[in-house]
């Protein structure tokens, strides 16, 4: 029997009589992160890493949590659990599962570009690794980070020049606490969706020193609303929320915006490829690091991507599960057939 098993519930441990990101609630779930597709309410009981547990607590309430640091090691049932820095968002964590000399590492969502809040992502060396496949294809490359900072930081610039508000969306966790330190750098204000606000306002509880933003009420004075930088979630999009920042410049960042007419086809301004997922190369050597011989792919180019694996030498196997993209706004299906025929 594999030390992890693909239940209808999730990844399942029978040895250790846990779950990892159940999407069922189960007796022990192990979060690897606190989005909600990974991070699901009515489990009696979570285990997660310290900067996540606040995050959890906004999202699904009052539960029985139990937080730790990374490489600090639980056991159930004789199963050693360690977590170990993913690079995803605040808090991310890869899973360590290790029993009778077996070891599995499941990533959850991960990247491998270093981006100063998240912590830096951990090669675990394994027999076994789950890995997610986001942007599982060769097409998807990203540049440095500091470049789509200083693409951003360029495009609030002249905005202002202009006289229109820049209006950025970022998803509420991840991406939002993300931009922040570049965006000050730029304007005295950034204004922001309750949704983000909410998680500001939870990391900011917790020890976390980010710039100030204020969140954008009925009250926020019209002058105000003008001229300034605002960070909102993608479901805002087109709401008549976004009409009171008129005139306005909107701009996505998101790694969908490498896909071919992404721009164009969502009627927007401008495209920021910033994805807290690794990117094809990424992926590849975050697993080969591994020295993991069998490979499971979650989510995202499963097939296509375990089946370069498989001819690579590594046994790729693709696998089903209710994760999805929770933190990227999905292109049209156009746009995924578009990827596809440039393999």
Known sequence: ????????????????????????????????????????????????????????????????????????????????????????????????????????VISGDYKTENDGLSGEFETVKCHTFITESTFGLPIYHWKKQADIFSDIQSWIRKNGEDGKTSILFAYSLGKAQRILLPISEVTEKILVHGAVYNVQEALQNAGWKLPSVQKVTFDTPKELLKGNVVIAPSSAEGSPWIKKFAPYSIGVCSGWMQVRGAVRRRNIDAGFVLSDHADWEGLLSAIKATGAQRVYVTHGFQSAFSRYLTEQGIDGREVKTEYGIDDEEPPSPEGLEQDKEMI
């Open 1 to 104: 029997m594999p030390l992890i098993e693909f239940s209808d519930k999730g990844l399942y441990c029978q040895a250790g009589g846990f779950y990892i990101d159940p999407w069922k609630p189960v007796d022990k779930a192990i979060i690897t992160h606190a989005h909600s597709d990974h991070a699901r309410w009515g489990s009696k009981y979570y285990l997660c890493h310290h900067d996540t547990k606040p995050i959890l607590q906004l999202r699904l309430g009052n539960n029985q949590y139990q937080s730790i640091g990374w490489n600090e090691p639980v056991y159930m049932n004789g199963v050693r659990i360690t977590l170990h820095p993913a690079g995803h968002i605040i808090g991310s964590s890869q899973i360590r599962v290790e029993n009778e000399g077996e070891v599995w």
